[in-house]
């Protein structure tokens, strides 16, 4: 059973930054693909940045392209995502997710089915 923690959500003004963090366990994060999704209520969950824990290779989505960066710490079993520049319209919940590539390298967090493990989120809200 993996198990995903988020931290670091909060409130911020519009135009400036969080770091998110998910701690993963060893045997779950190790050659995984993990990945960063948010949802805010009535609307679709989008995944927006993924990574292949040993490869590399982060894969962003239009909305955060520029603005976000995620990263992982292989020590820690960590994921990171920076957000800078932040807007109110990336106020949501905020889940890391993992998932077996089978062997691939690239990570899309849009892959469907890819992601199978979630953690419980945490939120962020960006006021204007």
């Known amino acids: 059973q993996v198990q995903l923690v988020e931290s670091g959500g909060g409130s911020v003004q519009a135009g400036g930054s969080l770091r998110l963090s998910c701690v993963a366990a060893?045997?779950?994060?190790?050659?995984?693909?993990m990945a960063w999704f948010r949802q805010t209520p009535g609307k679709e969950r989008e995944g927006f940045a993924g990574?292949?824990?040993?490869?590399?290779?982060?894969v962003y989505g239009d909305s955060v392209k520029g603005r976000f960066s995620i990263s992982g710490d292989n020590v820690e079993n960590t994921v990171y995502l920076q957000m800078n520049r932040l807007k109110p319209d990336d106020s949501a919940m905020y889940y890391c997710?993992?998932?077996?590539?089978?062997?691939?390298?690239?990570?899309?967090?849009?892959?469907?089915?890819?992601?199978?493990?979630w953690g419980q989120g945490t939120q962020v809200t960006v006021s204007s």
């Open positions: 997710a993992a998932g077996d590539p089978y062997g691939g390298g690239y990570c899309d967090p849009r892959a469907p089915g890819l992601y199978k493990h």
């Open positions: 060893r045997d779950q994060y190790s050659r995984n693909c």
């Open positions: 990574i292949h824990t040993y490869y590399g290779g982060a």
